[in-house]
């Protein structure tokens, strides 16, 4: 295994352990090469399957069970929460409102900090401790700072994370100093956070946002475990929310391997759903751009993804194409709406998870999806990750019934 800058004009390759950020020649992302002949598809999934019955901690986590795709490390290196292993829930009322018969929920928030971001970080910090940083560090709207602190501490490095003043749920703060952060402030967004942080590069700092490309091999074993769990036959939709485009780049690069490989013979279209008031991606989508014209001043309830100017979206785009998918956004009302929903299946998430709702809902109304496609929607989020919200809305919602 290699890196390779994920401009396919550049291409140039690196050293899978260099310790680059961005492709030195052109500045485009890098990604794992997996430098492959072959592989035995079936001989994979019978071991995958087999590892379920180990102890071995690394056949635990829903992530190294799949190892044989990642980067290869020493089994003490390894560091782990025993994340992953999230299952397939059906959500009975929510395909009922959003008018199909077969949406199955994963829910990525039932992860060790209750968010998708342990799956990527149990391989980004493996490759940190692995290289010998001391200190990690991240911009976040607060599930990768949370998710970060806690491999962090697991790891005995220092964690620093780069938060949005003000823009962050308490609930992901407290996680953060909980698990022993350095916890920066910074006036303004996300976006300008992050632009911080990629200034301080080379200050002897490990960087662990969505553009580490360790972090993106963790995270596109949920497909492997998705696809495992549905004895590897494609739905034919697969929704998930866009924020600053990393998970969806996950996801593509998985689809792009097991096809590759002869896992699967079919990728779901991939449908990529943002909130209105940060929606670069929807909006070049809606007007077929070849560029993404960042949002400046990105605004929507859904904090998790209030993010103007996703870095990952070249890659994200790649798999809406590939996989003949598509791209929309959705109001803050429609968002809360599809949240309410969830709740009342028992299930639960953050806003920024029910985006995936509405944005089915939106389909169907629009009948650009068939009532009897088959559907699985990715929630990212626990339901506790963003208590205020909730309270808030039952309380505008009271008041409203008293007036
Ligand atoms: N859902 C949740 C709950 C998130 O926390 C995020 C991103 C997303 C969706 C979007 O994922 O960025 O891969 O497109 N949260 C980041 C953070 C940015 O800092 O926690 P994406």
Excluded at 35 to 44: N, Q
Excluded at 186 to 213: H, R, V
Excluded at 309 to 337: F, Y
Excluded at 348 to 374: F, H, M, V, W, Y
């Amino acid at each position: 295994m290699r890196l390779r800058c994920f401009d396919p004009k550049c291409a140039t390759t690196f050293d899978l352990h260099a310790p680059v950020l961005a492709c030195p020649k052109c500045g485009e992302l890098l990604e794992v090469d997996l430098d492959f002949a072959s592989v035995d598809a079936a001989a994979h999934k019978a071991l995958w399957s087999e590892r379920r019955k180990s102890r071995d901690p690394r056949d635990i986590s829903g992530v190294w069970r799949y190892r044989e795709f990642l980067p290869d490390y020493p089994a003490q290196e390894v560091v782990t929460l025993g994340e992953g292993n999230t299952p397939l829930v059906r959500g009975h009322r929510a395909a009922a409102w959003a008018g199909v018969s077969d949406l199955q929920f994963k829910h990525l928030g039932w992860n060790p900090t209750g968010c998708f971001k342990d799956l990527g970080m149990t391989v980004g910090m493996t490759e940190a401790v692995h290289t010998g940083a001391q200190v990690v560090a991240c911009a976040s709207t607060g599930n990768t700072a949370a998710s970060l602190a806690a491999y962090a501490a697991r790891a005995g490095l220092t964690g620093r994370v780069y938060l949005p003043a003000g823009q962050v749920s308490l609930n992901k703060l407290a996680q953060a100093l909980d698990f022993g952060a350095e916890v920066v402030e910074i006036e303004g967004s996300f976006d300008d956070a992050l632009n911080m942080l990629l200034d301080k590069t080379g200050e002897g700092i490990y960087f662990l946002n969505s553009i580490n490309p360790f972090r993106i091999e963790g995270q596109k074993t949920t497909m492997f475990e998705l696809l495992d769990q549905l004895d590897w036959k494609a739905p034919d939709y697969l929704v998930v929310p866009g924020g600053n485009l990393g998970n969806s780049a996950a996801f593509a690069k998985a689809f792009d391997e097991l096809l590759r490989f002869g896992f699967i013979d079919k990728a779901p279209r991939m449908i990529v759903v943002q909130a209105a008031g940060a929606n670069p991606f929807a909006q070049l989508w809606r007007d077929q751009a070849e560029e993404l014209t960042p949002v400046a001043e990105p605004d929507t309830v859904a904090t998790a993804i209030r993010i103007g100017n996703p870095r990952s979206w070249k890659k994200s785009l790649r798999g809406v194409r590939n996989t003949g998918g598509q791209i929309l956004d959705v109001t803050d009302e429609e968002i809360a709406e599809a949240k309410a929903v969830i709740g009342r299946d028992g299930i639960g998430c953050e806003p920024a998870s029910a985006a995936t709702l509405a944005g089915l809902r939106k389909l169907r109304a629009s009948n650009s999806i068939a009532q009897d496609a088959s559907v699985v929607a990715i929630l990212t989020g626990h339901v506790l990750k963003d208590t205020n919200f909730i309270i808030r809305a039952h309380q505008r919602e009271e008041a409203h019934a008293h007036s």
